[in-house]
């Protein structure tokens, strides 16, 4: 079965920096999915950023982008130039063509101002 | 366009007694999937309709059920209630059923049992 794992609860990191959250996962797939996606505290669960794992290129939003390493199985979520508004919890999930959706325990991101 | 809409917002249930839960998905989303998140088990997937069908079910309980209308509106039953269904319920919604698609996810519903 494949698993989605966030080894860090929680981490902490200064408005303005930069600050990477990691995630990995098992599976013996070659066609997958990958999402981060974000809870701000009481409000409603947002996609962040989406990698296929046919593409060897990292995606890329704005601010967001990811480190995709396929024969790893890893994919970390780098958030550049913090901001208040980043505090959240953050979910990586994982998602094939012939299964449901797999979220980590999430990690709880804070600013500090 | 307005977004996933869930209700109720919060409920209070006693042990035994049973509760539905309502989802509105967004206009022209056909697919609605229902996870349960405690501060203990994260996300867990419960299922997922589409077309009226569930196409796809996690490892809960068969007291947890479901449904979706033709509208695509979804409802989501949990029968004989126990402290550990104290959770939130979060409902989300896609065009369709492939994997590489976004879901939006609605506010929740926070349920607690007593």
């Known amino acids: 079965a494949q698993t989605v794992t966030q080894s860090q609860p929680e981490m902490s990191v200064q408005e303005a920096e930069t600050v990477t959250l990691s995630c990995t996962y098992d599976t013996s797939e070659s066609d997958y999915y990958l999402f981060w996606y974000k809870q701000p505290p009481s409000r409603q669960m947002i996609l962040v950023i989406r990698?296929?794992?046919?593409?060897?290129q990292n995606a890329t939003e704005n601010r967001f982008s990811v480190n995709f390493q396929k024969a790893a199985k890893s994919f970390s979520l780098k958030i550049s130039d913090s901001q208040l508004g980043d505090a959240a919890m953050y979910f990586c999930?994982?998602?094939?063509?012939?299964?449901?959706?797999?979220f980590g325990k999430g990690t709880r991101l804070h600013i500090l101002p | 366009k307005a977004g996933v809409t869930q209700t109720p917002r919060y409920l209070i249930k006693t042990r035994g007694q049973q509760v539905t839960l309502s989802c509105s998905p967004i206009s022209g989303h056909r697919s609605v999937s229902w996870y349960q998140q405690t501060p203990g088990q994260g996300l867990q997937f419960l299922f997922e309709y589409f077309s009226e069908t569930q196409r796809n079910k996690g490892n809960f309980p068969g007291r947890f059920s479901g449904r979706q209308f033709s509208n695509s509106r979804s409802e989501m039953n949990v029968s004989t209630l126990e402290l550990g269904d104290s959770a939130l319920y979060l409902c989300a919604s896609s065009v369709t059923r492939l994997p590489q698609e976004t879901q939006y996810f609605g506010p929740g519903t926070r349920l607690l049992v007593l």
């Open positions: 990698q296929e794992a046919y593409k060897q």
């Open positions: 999930a994982y998602v094939n063509r012939d299964d449901k959706i797999i």
